[in-house]
């Protein structure tokens, strides 16, 4: 089965139920082997999925469980609104800067500083005042919509044991938390903590040939939403957190260094290898190498 189909959750499971032996394999591998067809036909393209499975070539990939597609849905759904909500702000602050109205920062936040701009200094211009009304409404929507969204999120983190463990990491919020479980879906999916970074593209590329060997940036592989949000709470643990940890020790060191750029990517991956570890083992976050025993 090509890893490309729309209903391929439902059908797997589905057949699963039924007993059906199932491969579902990696599409860009198949498509690498298809591309050696001389003729572009179902047939072939058949005899050549056939061809795969039968030497074993083929690369197995993990089929998420439903529950971890309504939590992807439900995450990204929210990100998509998040951007929608900066789109918006970015587009009122533009239309403003045409006019030689500055946004600037004022206590109260956006909402409170674009009334002051529309009661004040809007008067004089009613199409821009009925512009910026506009934008400011879609904008209080798309706020309302994204509350009902965390609050979802925040619901679904109570329920899962897995979640609220996550949480415990420094920097690790509800919306990294549910993400890593969604993502990962199934932890026995890697022998090794150490290859959950490598599975999210945190890990540099390498180009060994001959005497060769050369070490690039991170692939960059994988889920860009989950090392996004990992890169946000090595950030978060690094700048804003005032607890030291080991893990902050060492992402510090890191940054001295080689800079907070490389010491934020580091910490990501080792907090995806710490989740995942987190995740099998079922213990808690260590604040340090050797957590103190508790007093009798």
């Not at 060994?208 to 950030?235: H, I, P, Q, W």
């Not at 643990?237 to 934020?264: C, D, E, N, Q, V």
């Amino acid at each position: 089965m090509s890893e490309s189909g729309g209903d391929i959750t439902r059908n797997l499971h589905g057949l699963k139920e039924r007993g059906v032996p199932i491969v579902c394999m990696d599409a860009r591998h198949a498509n690498a082997a298809l591309k050696m067809m001389p003729a572009k036909t179902d047939r072939n393209d058949a005899i050549g999925l056939a061809q795969i499975v039968r030497t074993g070539w083929c690369k197995s990939v993990h089929v998420k469980s439903t529950a971890s597609h309504e939590a992807r849905a439900l995450l990204a759904t929210r990100s998509q609104l998040v951007r929608t909500r900066c789109d918006l702000e970015n587009q009122i602050r533009g239309v403003l800067r045409t006019f030689g109205i500055l946004f600037g920062k004022r206590v109260g936040g956006f909402a409170k500083r674009a009334e002051e701009i529309i009661d004040g200094e809007l008067h004089a211009s009613p199409t821009i005042q009925a512009v910026v009304e506009a934008l400011m409404r879609a904008r209080a929507n798309i706020l309302e919509q994204i509350r009902h969204l965390e609050a979802k999120v925040r619901s679904i983190a109570r329920q899962n044991n897995v979640v609220r463990r996550l949480m415990s990491v420094p920097g690790v919020g509800v919306i990294t938390a549910l993400g890593f479980v969604a993502t990962i879906d199934d932890p026995g999916r890697f022998k090794r903590s150490s290859s959950a970074g490598a599975y999210l593209g945190l890990t540099p590329r390498i180009y060994a040939s001959g005497e060769t060997m050369r070490s690039g940036r991170v692939s960059k592989r994988g889920d860009d939403f989950l090392r996004r949000s990992l890169y946000e709470a090595a950030n978060a643990l690094l700048t804003r957190i005032p607890r030291f940890s080991a893990l902050k020790s060492w992402g510090l060191r890191i940054a001295r260094r080689g800079g907070y750029r490389k010491a934020k990517v580091a910490v990501a991956r080792k907090l995806a290898v710490i989740l995942h570890a987190m995740w099998v083992s079922g213990e808690p976050f260590r604040w340090s190498l050797q957590e103190p025993s508790e007093p009798a």
